[in-house]
């Protein structure tokens, strides 16, 4: 079980794996003032709602690690399943388009190209 130091309200604010001089309360980890304090004060809707927003990021970001393996010629666009392919062929083509159109758009700034 986790040592737990509280502040001067009696709020969570550091937890040890070892009992120190600040850290000397002992709690159970399924402590509900513990699981808010580990998840920042997030609840799991919350958490799960935060991931959720994240995934197109993350996409986005595992879609450019594609590129430069490809780049750097670590492995072939051929070397992934066929349906693989198509989707990045799909997206690689999706953004050459929205990149023709950053000339066009030219001054807008509210609007995101890759």
Request: avoid cysteine; hydrophobic fraction near 40%.
């Given at each position: 079980?986790p040592?737990?130091?509280?502040?001067?309200?009696?709020?969570?604010?550091?937890?040890?794996?070892?009992?120190?001089?600040a850290?000397?309360?002992?709690v159970?980890?399924?402590?509900?003032?513990?699981?808010?304090?580990?998840?920042?004060?997030?609840?799991?809707?919350?958490?799960?709602?935060?991931?959720?927003?994240?995934?197109?990021?993350?996409?986005?970001?595992?879609?450019?690690?594609?590129?430069?393996?490809?780049?750097?010629?670590?492995?072939?666009?051929?070397?992934?399943?066929?349906?693989?392919?198509?989707?990045?062929?799909?997206?690689?083509?999706?953004?050459?388009?929205?990149?023709?159109?950053?000339?066009?758009?030219?001054?807008?700034?509210?609007?995101?190209?890759?």
């Amino acid at each position: 079980m986790p040592y737990v130091a509280r502040d001067d309200q009696g709020h969570i604010v550091d937890v040890q794996e070892r009992e120190t001089e600040a850290a000397y309360e002992q709690v159970a980890l399924d402590d509900p003032e513990l699981v808010s304090y580990l998840n920042n004060g997030l609840g799991e809707a919350e958490i799960q709602a935060e991931l959720e927003a994240s995934d197109l990021e993350f996409i986005r970001v595992i879609e450019d690690v594609i590129t430069v393996l490809i780049d750097k010629r670590v492995f072939m666009l051929t070397d992934l399943p066929a349906p693989a392919q198509e989707k990045l062929a799909r997206r690689y083509n999706l953004r050459s388009k929205l990149s023709d159109l950053g000339s066009i758009i030219g001054e807008h700034e509210d609007i995101m190209l890759p």
